[in-house]
């Protein structure tokens, strides 16, 4: 079974600009989540997504958003970039509705630099 | 107090002996409990998850969990080159209506010496 998917790997953004990452989870898989991972702040949550729906957000400015597809394909966008926000964007995906009984398998992440 | 808190070490074990990691959470209500492997520039990747009080085995890795003390550990027997690696713990927590969110440790550092 294939694994979690992001595209692209690896991106280089300017400030100001906007940049937008896919994720294809696990198939079967209904549930999609969200990290950033930076050296100074270790994983961080964004949000997640169960059939479609934003069930939790995290800690983050507005101009960060995302959505889930009907086939639980997933997108994140991020507006008007800083230099803040780059980071290593990681996408889980988990089978069930519940993460306490479901655990993450995490994609191979997608590194975004700004310039 | 941080949600879930772990050592950043780095922890140096020496090439056959038990690497002991710790993490001690902040919400009593917490029920599972997961430990991820993260290789330098790699993504975590899930090795064992507990949910009952005691311990657990799995091959060369032992997550102990005590809900009484709020502390999880994960223990590395015979600790090889390849274990070397950051090590995170996570915990569910619980939002308005489901268990949507993992909270992440810091991760330990583990670095094992030939």
């Known amino acids: 079974k294939a694994g979690v998917t992001q595209t692209p790997r690896y991106l280089i953004k300017t400030r100001g600009q906007q940049v937008t990452l896919s994720c294809s989870p696990i198939?079967?898989?209904?549930?999609v989540s969200w990290y950033q991972q930076t050296p100074g702040q270790g994983l961080q949550f964004l949000f997640e997504?169960?059939?479609?729906?934003?069930?939790n957000k995290g800690n983050f400015p507005g101009r960060f958003s995302g959505r889930q597809f009907s086939n639980s394909r997933s997108e994140m966008n991020v507006s008007t970039l800083e230099l803040g926000d780059s980071a290593l964007y990681l996408c889980?995906?988990?089978?069930?509705?519940?993460?306490?009984?479901?655990?993450?398998?995490f994609g191979n992440g997608t590194r975004l630099t700004v310039t | 107090q941080k949600e879930v808190e772990q050592n950043s070490g780095p922890l140096s074990v020496p090439e056959g002996a038990i690497a002991s990691l710790n993490c001690t959470y902040s919400?009593?209500?917490?029920?599972?409990f997961f430990w991820y492997r993260q290789y330098s520039g790699k993504s975590p990747e899930l090795i064992m998850f507990i949910y009952s009080n005691g311990d657990k085995e799995d091959g060369r890795f032992t997550a102990q969990l005590n809900k009484a003390s709020q502390y999880v550990s994960l223990l590395i027997r015979d600790s090889q080159p390849s274990d070397s690696a950051t090590y995170l713990c996570a915990v569910p927590r619980m939002t308005t209506d489901s268990w949507g969110k993992l909270q992440f440790g810091a991760g330990t550092q583990v670095v094992v010496t030939p």
């Open positions: 919400d009593r209500g917490s029920q599972s």
């Open positions: 889980a995906s988990s089978f069930g509705t519940s993460t306490a009984n479901s655990p993450l398998h």
């Open positions: 997504y169960f059939s479609e729906t934003q069930r």
């Open positions: 198939s079967g898989h209904r549930s």
